[in-house]
């Protein structure tokens, strides 16, 4: 089962920020809070991860709360090719032979 | 990041042939994959864990006798769907994971899907 709760869809202003919430009341020490997004009919593409510190890459911004039982993926200028459906996943990083498992997810809708 | 391909991209078969997916890390060697199944407007759901050199493990109520899977070499990974009935239509999903990368968190890596038609 998915450790993970999300809303299931948010709306988004093209050129604006999108805030993706999720929540991991039960995260273990040593998971990472990981997320994937998937555009129609492809497969998962991953975009960032972090484990305590708040982490920023070419794609997104993660911000992770203190206490680490939520975190935000934040996308800082959406554009219409963000609409997806954005997964929130913790896993052990170290365990490259374990698979993600996947709740439900945001469905995003970048609108113009 | 690593590649992972998929092939076919989709296939429309009749009710009671086989179909065979194929699973490749193009850029690094994947001692395991794993395949998904994702019916219309649900999640991803695991099927099992393919390991290099050795059977696969399926998850409950996946049909090991209907789902195939092959894993012959550090590349390469096969999903063979026998004797298949529409309700096996989906999108299949395989992935993999570089652990000889770079990196040492293990990110795991998709291929794009097989949408799988059966009549």
């Known amino acids: 089962d998915a450790k993970t709760t999300q809303p299931t869809s948010m709306d988004c202003a093209e050129g604006r920020a999108a805030n993706l919430p999720c929540n991991h009341s039960?995260?273990?020490?040593?998971?990472?809070v990981y997320w994937y997004r998937q555009i129609h009919s492809q497969g998962p593409q991953y975009i960032i991860h972090g484990l305590k510190n708040n982490e920023t890459n070419e794609m997104a911004s993660l911000i992770i709360t203190e206490d680490r039982k939520s975190s935000t993926l934040i996308l800082p200028h959406a554009t219409l090719r963000d609409t997806a459906v954005y997964y929130c996943?913790?896993?052990?990083?170290?365990?490259?032979?374990?698979?993600?498992?996947f709740g439900k997810g945001t469905r995003l809708s970048v609108i113009a | 990041g690593a590649v992972v391909s998929q092939h076919p991209s989709r296939v429309i078969c009749k009710s009671g042939t086989s179909v065979k997916i194929e699973c490749r890390s193009l850029d690094f060697q994947a001692t395991t994959m794993f395949w998904y199944r994702q019916f219309p407007k649900q999640s991803l759901m695991l099927m099992a864990t393919?390991?290099?050199?050795?059977?696969?493990?399926?998850e409950q109520g996946v049909e090991k006798d209907k789902f195939l899977i092959n894993h012959a070499s550090l590349t390469l990974s096969t999903l063979t769907v026998t004797s298949a009935h529409p309700e096996d239509s989906s999108f299949y999903i395989c992935?993999?994971?570089?652990?000889?990368?770079?990196?040492?968190?293990?990110?795991?890596?998709f291929g794009p899907g097989t949408r799988l038609t059966v009549l």
């Open positions: 393919s390991n290099e050199g050795s059977k696969a493990t399926y």
């Open positions: 039960t995260i273990s020490g040593n998971e990472y």
């Open positions: 996943i913790v896993r052990v990083a170290s365990s490259g032979n374990t698979p993600l498992v």
């Open positions: 992935s993999a994971t570089d652990v000889g990368g770079m990196s040492s968190y293990n990110e795991q890596f």
